[in-house]
């Protein structure tokens, strides 16, 4: 049976945007494996609640239902290890559990700066659940929270030099060649670069040129996806 992959959309199905499965899409992409999309909406948690989740990416593979991008990824390097592996053996899993969590605070810090256009690309009660939830967890509108960005992205793009000094000396983080700690990183700038169109990186980073190579990777898969950039 073919897998299966539940991917958060807006109003457009062919257009998936969570930074977290975007990680299992270039992590399915990179085991040579293909998944059948199902679109799922934020309004739309009884469609995955049989699978024991309320958020995606979930990943069914026959009988099985995978939940969460970190623990896909290992369900994926140990159920097909003879496909290329997603870590380059156990030291670079473990590596990968640290950038896991260093990756989720990389989406914290975008967060802020294109929170009010997530809901420019989602349907009507999708919009006003996100609204409605993510105000109240901030204490202030969108808009009011994303006010500053054209200043706060220059403290954002200050958070990235981890990234940056490694991608001085080579050109991913797996080395010289791309695994899923690049994945983990690249989801959340595939993510931005798909709901909002502001500009997080300057061209002349370093960054930039990593998210460039990783947008062309797998023949263009990330790239191929409609966003307000090229």
């Given at each position: 049976?073919?897998?299966?992959?539940?991917?958060?959309?807006?109003?457009?199905?062919?257009?998936?945007?969570?930074?977290?499965?975007?990680?299992?899409?270039?992590?399915?992409?990179?085991?040579?494996?293909?998944?059948?999309?199902?679109?799922?909406?934020?309004?739309?948690?009884?469609?995955?609640?049989?699978?024991g989740s309320?958020?995606?990416?979930?990943?069914?593979?026959?009988?099985?239902?995978?939940?969460?991008?970190?623990?896909?990824?290992?369900?994926?390097?140990?159920?097909?290890?003879?496909?290329?592996?997603?870590?380059?053996?156990?030291?670079?899993?473990?590596?990968?559990?640290?950038?896991?969590?260093?990756?989720?605070?990389?989406?914290?810090?975008?967060?802020?700066?294109?929170?009010?256009?997530?809901?420019?690309?989602?349907?009507?009660?999708?919009?006003?659940?996100?609204?409605?939830?993510?105000?109240?967890?901030?204490?202030?509108?969108?808009?009011?929270?994303?006010?500053?960005?054209?200043?706060?992205?220059?403290?954002?793009?200050?958070?990235?030099?981890?990234?940056?000094?490694?991608?001085?000396?080579?050109?991913?983080?797996?080395?010289?060649?791309?695994?899923?700690?690049?994945?983990?990183?690249?989801?959340?700038?595939?993510?931005?670069?798909?709901?909002?169109p502001f500009?997080?990186?300057?061209?002349?980073d370093p960054?930039?040129?990593?998210?460039?190579?990783?947008?062309?990777?797998?023949?263009?898969?990330?790239?191929?996806?409609?966003?307000?950039?090229?």
């Amino acid at each position: 049976m073919p897998l299966k992959l539940y991917e958060l959309v807006g109003t457009d199905p062919s257009r998936p945007f969570s930074p977290f499965c975007w990680r299992t899409r270039m992590a399915l992409a990179h085991k040579g494996l293909s998944a059948e999309t199902i679109p799922w909406c934020f309004t739309e948690k009884s469609a995955i609640a049989p699978h024991g989740s309320e958020k995606v990416p979930v990943l069914l593979d026959a009988d099985t239902a995978v939940v969460d991008s970190w623990t896909i990824a290992n369900y994926l390097e140990d159920k097909y290890p003879d496909r290329p592996s997603l870590f380059g053996g156990e030291g670079g899993r473990a590596t990968g559990r640290m950038l896991n969590w260093w990756g989720d605070g990389v989406i914290g810090g975008m967060f802020p700066l294109i929170i009010a256009d997530i809901p420019l690309n989602l349907k009507p009660e999708d919009a006003a659940y996100f609204r409605t939830s993510r105000e109240a967890r901030f204490g202030k509108t969108l808009e009011e929270i994303m006010a500053g960005r054209d200043k706060a992205v220059e403290g954002f793009r200050k958070s990235l030099d981890p990234l940056r000094l490694t991608l001085k000396t080579q050109p991913f983080l797996g080395g010289a060649a791309a695994n899923y700690a690049d994945y983990i990183v690249f989801g959340a700038f595939q993510w931005a670069r798909v709901v909002s169109p502001f500009r997080l990186l300057m061209e002349d980073d370093p960054v930039y040129a990593w998210r460039e190579r990783l947008l062309d990777a797998f023949d263009g898969l990330a790239r191929k996806s409609q966003s307000y950039h090229a």
